[in-house]
């Protein structure tokens, strides 16, 4: 099974960038599409983003035009590109493969 681990996580202010990755092992990586998650404190874990093996993506109305994400099979990673950042945003990110592995998830923080 695809194992998997984040990175890219910290603090920014609103208004600022950040990109997460997800790094895959396994040479199954890039057969699945890829999703990423958000919990806040309090909150249930929600879908925000995901990506076929072929590039395709759709994201949740709440990141629409803000978030992007993109995959590199060759180096079985995927990323999210999060420009605009909100204090809404601060959250724990999590990667998850269709074939069910998740991610250990990296803290976004945005805050003044």
């Known amino acids: 099974q695809v194992q998997l681990v984040e990175s890219g996580g910290g603090l920014v202010q609103p208004g600022g960038s950040l990109r997460l990755s997800c790094a895959g092992s396994?040479?199954?990586?890039?057969?699945?599409?890829m999703a990423w998650y958000r919990q806040a404190p309090g909150n249930e874990r929600e879908w925000i983003a995901s990506?076929?093996?072929?590039?395709?993506?759709t994201y949740a109305d709440s990141v629409k035009g803000r978030f992007a994400t993109t995959r590199d099979n060759a180096k079985n990673t995927v990323y999210l590109q999060m420009n605009n950042l909100k204090v809404e945003d601060t959250a724990v990110y999590y990667c998850?493969?269709?074939?069910?592995?998740w991610g250990q998830g990296t803290q976004v923080t945005v805050s003044s």
């Open positions: 998850k493969s269709f074939g069910g592995a």
């Open positions: 396994g040479s199954s990586f890039s057969i699945y599409g």
């Open positions: 990506i076929t093996r072929g590039g395709g993506t």
